[in-house]
C-alpha cells in the first residue's frame, strides 16, 4: 500500500497548488496535469522499489544477445501500443485515446531508445538467467523454436495492456484536467462533486500505474492471464467499443436516477481499487490480496458496481406499466449477469494458484457473506 499512499501524497499537495497558486498559468494548462500526473506515477514507482530494497536476489550480467532478445520483445510490445490503440482509434470512434496515441507517439522514440540501457539495469537488481521476453524475442530472432504454449502468456500479457493502458491513460487525462478546473466552493453538493471527482482521478491513477507497472522489477509481474473466451467477453463488455452494447441493454425506459452522491457503492469501488495497489490489472494474476475489502469478500468492486446500478436508476420507480418495469429489470439483471460472470470466469482462473484457493475457502467460510448466513440461519 506504500505506494499507493505515495500516490495520494504528491497527488493533493499538487492539485492543491494548481488551484491556490494557478500552476496552468505558469506551465500552461496541458503542462500542469500531465505534471500532476507523471510526479504521482514516479513518487509510486519509486515507493514500489523502496519496498523492495530488502529483497535478496542473485545479480546477473546478461550477455550481448540475452540484451538484444529481451530488448526486442519490449521493443515489439511498445510498437504494437501504438499499433493497435491507433488502429482501435480509426476503427472504433468511442475508442478513448486520442491524447495517449499523440503523445505516446512523441514519447516513443526515446523510450525505444532507452530500452537495452533498463533491460540491463533491471537484470542486475532481479537476477532472472531467462525471463518471457528473453524467449519470445529468441523466437524473433530465430534462434528459438515457436512454440504456443510457451508464448500464449506471454501474449496475453501484452493483450492486456495493449487495451488498457491507452483508455486508462486518457480517461486519467481527462479526469486531471477537470479536477484542475474545478471550482471549489463551500456548498454540499460542489464539496460532493468535488470529493467524487477527486476519487475518480485516483481510481484511475491506481489503474493506470496497475498496468504500467506490471514488471517483476516492482513484484508486480503479469504470472497468469485468463485464456478463456468467455472471460474476455465479460470482460471487455465493460469497456469501449463493447461498452456501447452493456449501456443498450441495460438501458431503462424512464430517466429517473437518485443523485450520485447518495450510494454507498462508490467509495467501496474505489477503496475495493485501492486495495489492489499497483497490482491493479483485469484478466491477470499477479498475486493475492486480501487487504482491505477483500478481507471480507472476493469481490468488493463488483459487488459496489452492481449495488451501484441498482441503486442508481431506481428501476421499479417511474414506470408507466408492468412492461417498462420488466424492462428495467431485465436491463439491470443483464449487468448483474455480466459481473457475475467476471467474478466466476476469474474464480475459475485463480483457483489454480493454492494461495487464492486458500484464500477462496477461507473467504467462503468466515467472509461477509457466510458471516450473513451464519446470523440470519440464528434468527431462524
Not at 540475452?66 to 521493443?75: C, M, N, S
Not at 515489439?76 to 476503427?91: N, T, W
Not at 486518457?170 to 460542489?190: G, H, I, K, R
Not at 450510494?263 to 483485469?282: C, R
Amino acid at each position: 500500500m506504500f505506494p499507493v499512499w505515495m500516490m495520494c501524497i504528491v497527488l493533493l499537495p499538487m492539485l492543491s497548488l494548481a488551484w491556490m497558486l494557478g500552476l496552468e498559468d505558469v506551465f500552461g494548462f496541458q503542462v500542469t496535469v500531465r505534471l500532476i500526473l507523471w510526479l504521482a506515477l514516479l513518487a509510486a514507482f519509486f515507493a514500489a522499489l523502496y519496498e523492495r530494497r530488502h529483497v535478496s536476489f542473485f545479480a546477473y550480467e546478461l550477455s550481448a544477445e540475452q540484451v538484444a532478445a529481451r530488448a526486442l520483445a519490449i521493443r515489439c510490445g511498445l510498437l504494437g501500443l501504438l499499433v493497435f490503440s491507433s488502429a482501435m482509434s480509426a476503427l472504433f470512434s468511442s475508442w478513448p485515446a486520442n491524447t495517449f496515441n499523440f503523445e505516446y507517439l512523441l514519447a516513443l522514440p526515446f523510450i525505444l531508445l532507452l530500452v537495452p540501457r533498463y533491460v540491463a539495469w533491471a537484470a542486475r537488481r532481479i537476477g532472472i538467467l531467462e525471463d518471457d521476453h528473453e524467449r519470445f524475442g529468441l523466437m524473433l530472432l530465430r534462434r528459438r523454436a515457436w512454440c504456443w504454449a510457451e508464448q500464449k502468456p506471454y501474449l496475453l500479457g501484452w493483450c492486456v495492456k495493449l487495451f488498457f493502458i491507452p483508455m486508462m491513460y486518457s480517461f486519467l487525462v481527462l479526469a486531471l484536467e477537470s479536477m484542475v478546473l474545478f471550482s471549489w466552493q463551500w456548498s454540499p453538493t460542489t464539496l460532493v462533486l468535488g470529493f467524487f471527482s477527486f476519487g475518480l482521478c485516483f481510481d484511475l491513477l491506481i489503474a493506470f500505474g496497475g498496468y504500467l507497472f506490471s514488471m517483476r522489477l516492482l513484484g508486480g509481474e503479469i504470472r497468469s492471464v485468463d485464456g478463456t473466451w468467455l472471460g474476455w467477453l465479460a470482460c471487455m463488455i465493460c469497456y469501449p467499443p463493447l461498452l456501447v452494447v452493456f449501456h443498450y441493454v441495460k438501458q431503462q425506459v424512464d430517466d429517473l436516477v437518485w443523485s450520485d452522491w447518495l450510494l454507498p457503492s462508490e467509495p467501496l469501488y474505489w477503496l475495493a481499487t485501492a486495495s489492489f495497489g499497483l497490482k491493479f490489472s483485469n484478466l491477470s494474476w499477479r498475486g493475492l490480496i486480501d487487504r482491505g475489502p477483500y478481507r471480507y469478500t472476493k469481490h468488493p468492486a463488483y459487488l459496489a458496481k452492481n449495488l451501484y446500478w441498482w441503486l442508481h436508476t431506481v428501476p421499479f420507480i417511474g414506470v408507466h406499466d408492468g412492461a417498462d418495469l420488466l424492462r428495467n429489470i431485465l436491463g439491470l439483471t443483464f449487468v448483474s449477469l455480466v459481473y457475475y460472470l467476471r467474478a466466476k470466469t476469474e474464480e475459475a482462473h485463480l483457483l489454480v494458484f493454492p494461495e487464492y484457493a486458500a484464500y477462496a475457502t477461507r473467504i467462503e467460510r468466515e467472509g461477509l457473506f457466510a458471516r450473513g448466513r451464519g446470523i440470519f440461519g440464528g434468527r431462524v
